[in-house]
């Protein structure tokens, strides 16, 4: 039988989710639980592989098992076995057609900044901590850029094996709330660091270091390396993965809130 399940883990500890020789990953964190409770090697897909350092609110997973289990015990026995950074929300029984990755139709991933001229001990590596002074307006003005299908060869790692650098970002919101701003994207799909150079390239614009236009340049350019910096993974948030309504899936929870 397939299931899917949504898990939520804070990626501080990791170097990623992907399992890894010699490192510590969320998904071994996650096979290991069900492994426990299914009493057989059990082998997750997720929709999307999460960075070093990454967060994930709502990552979706499938898996399958012959283990006669109900829903509530798949929950409540992973959680006793989970890390305690890494919990499991939800498992709900799928069709056998379903794909956590392949299934999907956008994801949407929230970059939280925390603006304010000294750094939060509490909020240390949960968000990315920009002193500079930022105009939202500005950030909003160059973000309009990137909405819409694209060649994102700018915005990604050199090392990205995707095969086509074209996504579409389907909605690209600037908001603020007191000292933390929030990037929130929705697209089909990512590519490497694709958020996080995205991200880069409007702080750039936000603080003045760049013009508005700035931003239609690199992205024209198709070039990583006229791109900017790689803003830094810690206020990166996995928050939701869209699929077909017949699957029926719970909804996604509510997006993460410093301010």
């Given at each position: 039988?397939?299931?899917?399940?949504?898990?939520?883990?804070?990626?501080?500890?990791?170097?990623?989710?992907?399992?890894?020789?010699?490192?510590?990953?969320?998904?071994?964190?996650?096979?290991?639980?069900?492994?426990?409770?299914?009493?057989?090697?059990?082998?997750?897909?997720?929709?999307?592989?999460?960075?070093?350092?990454?967060?994930?609110?709502?990552?979706?997973?499938?898996?399958?098992?012959?283990?006669?289990?109900s829903v509530y015990n798949w929950v409540r026995g992973a959680n006793s076995?989970?890390?305690?950074?890494?919990?499991?929300?939800?498992?709900?029984?799928?069709?056998?057609?379903?794909?956590?990755?392949?299934?999907?139709?956008?994801?949407?991933?929230?970059?939280?900044?925390?603006?304010?001229?000294?750094?939060?001990?509490?909020?240390?590596?949960?968000?990315?901590?920009?002193?500079r002074s930022l105009d939202l307006s500005l950030i909003q003005d160059a973000?309009s850029s990137l909405i819409g299908e694209h060649d994102f060869t700018s915005?990604?790692?050199?090392?990205?094996?995707?095969?086509?650098?074209?996504?579409?970002?389907?909605?690209?919101?600037?908001?603020?709330?007191?000292?933390?701003?929030?990037?929130?994207?929705?697209?089909?799909?990512?590519?490497?660091?694709?958020?996080?150079?995205?991200?880069?390239?409007?702080?750039?614009?936000?603080?003045?270091?760049?013009?508005?236009?700035?931003?239609?340049?690199?992205?024209?350019?198709?070039?990583?390396?006229?791109?900017?910096?790689?803003?830094?993974?810690?206020?990166?948030?996995?928050?939701?993965?869209?699929?077909?309504?017949?699957?029926?899936?719970?909804?996604?929870?509510?997006?993460?809130?410093?301010?």
């Amino acid at each position: 039988m397939r299931y899917a399940a949504a898990i939520e883990y804070s990626g501080t500890n990791y170097s990623g989710w992907q399992i890894q020789p010699h490192a510590a990953s969320v998904q071994a964190g996650v096979e290991e639980a069900l492994t426990h409770v299914a009493n057989h090697k059990v082998e997750v897909v997720c929709a999307g592989r999460t960075d070093s350092g990454v967060h994930a609110t709502c990552q979706i997973i499938h898996f399958d098992s012959n283990a006669e289990r109900s829903v509530y015990n798949w929950v409540r026995g992973a959680n006793s076995n989970m890390p305690d950074d890494v919990v499991c929300r939800w498992v709900v029984n799928i069709a056998d057609d379903f794909h956590a990755r392949f299934s999907a139709q956008q994801r949407s991933y929230r970059y939280i900044i925390f603006n304010q001229p000294q750094r939060s001990a509490i909020l240390e590596r949960k968000v990315t901590w920009e002193r500079r002074s930022l105009d939202l307006s500005l950030i909003q003005d160059a973000a309009s850029s990137l909405i819409g299908e694209h060649d994102f060869t700018s915005f990604r790692t050199v090392h990205c094996q995707a095969k086509s650098p074209v996504r579409t970002i389907h909605t690209l919101e600037v908001t603020q709330s007191a000292a933390f701003v929030y990037l929130d994207i929705v697209a089909n799909a990512f590519l490497h660091h694709m958020v996080r150079n995205i991200a880069g390239v409007l702080l750039e614009v936000g603080c003045k270091a760049q013009a508005v236009g700035w931003v239609q340049e690199v992205l024209d350019a198709r070039d990583r390396s006229k791109g900017g910096v790689t803003a830094p993974p810690h206020g990166l948030y996995l928050s939701s993965v869209t699929y077909p309504p017949e699957y029926e899936l719970p909804a996604a929870p509510t997006l993460i809130n410093f301010g």
